[in-house]
Every structure is written in C-alpha cells, then in structure tokens.
C-alpha cells in the first residue's frame, strides 16, 4: 500500500521558470516530511524537510509547503536551474513508527535550457 | 569525513543464488536503514538497524535479512534470488533514530539473470 504518491512522474520546465512537485500521502500520523534529490548512479540527498508543526520552510532557491488538512505537500524550485534535472523523492514519516521512512515513486523533473 | 560505502557497486547473479551486501555507515552513525528501488517503485524500506538490533521492518519476505555490527557495519542478504530481485539497494545511515540526518550511499544495482 503506498502511502506517500508522486502522480507526476516526470516534469519539464524551462530554465529560470518555477518548478512544482506535487506530493500526497493518506497516513494521517505522518508528522515529518522531507524531500530528497537523486541522481543517476548516487544515492539520494537530502533536500529539504518540514515539520507537521509549520505549513512552509524555506531554503534558499527551495520551498516546501505543506498543507495537511489536504495530506498534501509541494516542493517549489525557483528558479530552476540545468542541474536540478533529477529525479525527486518525496518521504514521509511518523514518530509512532519509528520514523520509518516511506517514499513515493519519484519525480523526474529535466529543466530545459 | 567518508560518506556511506557500500560494496559492491554492481552485481550479477543468478536465480536461485544468494547475495550478501555490505554497507559502511559514515563514522559515529549508528543507524543503518536499508532500501529497495525499482523503476516506478519509489523506494522501499527493507529494514533499520540501531545499535545492532533491529528495529523495524518493510513488508519483504523471509528471505531478505540482515545484520549490524559492533562497529554499525552492515549487511543485507537475500537468498534464493528472483528475477523481481533485480534493484538498486541503497543503505542510510543516521547518527540516531529518526528521520533527520539520513545519508544515503550510492547503492548496490543487483541484476539476477
């Protein structure tokens, strides 16, 4: 059962322009949720993250936004840049289990020069 | 500092066969947490380890295990391969449990032919 849905899996966006990815998930205990960036043949890295406490966090070019009565979160890239071209994981956990992490599928966002 | 290692970087087997995969946390983390990517998939948690006991499992059969050291080493091994084996595994680690201060190493990509 997925928990965490990434129904975008791919986004292209011009240089320069807004990048959004969408991120919903149906465990309502979730209280901690994070973005990852990976690319081809490395691990994931952490992007940024969000408490259930706070509805946004900031972080440089890099904005989350969650919003949890919709048990929905986005990720904002401006601008967007040649080497954000990656595929983006959204995670999601809760601390009544342990933190154990659940991902979504992953997006590929491929910014155009 | 050394990130997290994990060894071998690409693996060919064949069904039927075991495989034993190793992962080196980055040095003071205690926590290793292991993962299973596939295409379309996301990633999926295998197993968390803390001090070497474990303290939470995904949804894979019996025939996925693992194990921690007293040094936070850690290893995965899956017998009697499948076909639908066939992933990228990625190990984390973290200094503590939660979901904060996950390092990803670059993965094993495991074939079974």
């Known amino acids: 059962d997925q928990q965490v849905k990434q129904n975008s899996p791919s986004l292209s966006v011009q240089e320069g322009r807004i990048s959004i990815l969408n991120c919903d998930y149906t465990?309502?205990?979730?209280?901690?949720f994070l973005w990852y960036k990976k690319y081809p043949a490395e691990g994931p890295t952490f992007l940024i993250s969000?408490?259930?406490?706070?509805d946004k966090n900031e972080d440089g070019r890099f904005t989350v936004f969650l919003n949890k009565s919709a048990k929905h979160l986005s990720l904002h890239i401006v601008p967007s840049q040649p080497g954000d071209s990656a595929v983006y994981f959204c995670a999601a956990s809760a601390r009544s289990n342990d933190y154990k992490l659940s991902f979504g599928a992953g997006t590929t966002v491929t910014v155009r020069a | 500092k050394a990130g997290v290692t994990q060894t071998p970087r690409y693996l060919i087997k064949t069904r039927g066969q075991q495989v034993t995969l190793s992962c080196s946390p980055i040095?003071?983390?205690?926590?290793v947490s292991w993962y299973q990517q596939t295409p379309g998939q996301g990633l999926q948690f295998l197993f968390e380890y803390f001090s070497e006991t474990q303290r939470n499992k995904g949804n894979f059969p019996g025939r996925f295990s693992g194990r921690q050291f007293s040094n936070s080493r850690s290893e995965m091994n899956v017998s009697t391969l499948e076909l639908g084996d066939s992933a990228l595994y990625l190990c984390?680690?973290?200094?503590?449990?939660?979901?904060?201060?996950?390092?990803f190493g670059s993965g094993t990509r495991l074939t079974v032919v």
């Open positions: 040095s003071g983390h205690r926590s």
């Open positions: 465990n309502s205990m979730f209280d901690y």
């Open positions: 969000i408490s259930s406490i706070k």
């Open positions: 984390a680690s973290s200094p503590t449990q939660g979901p904060a201060g996950y390092t």
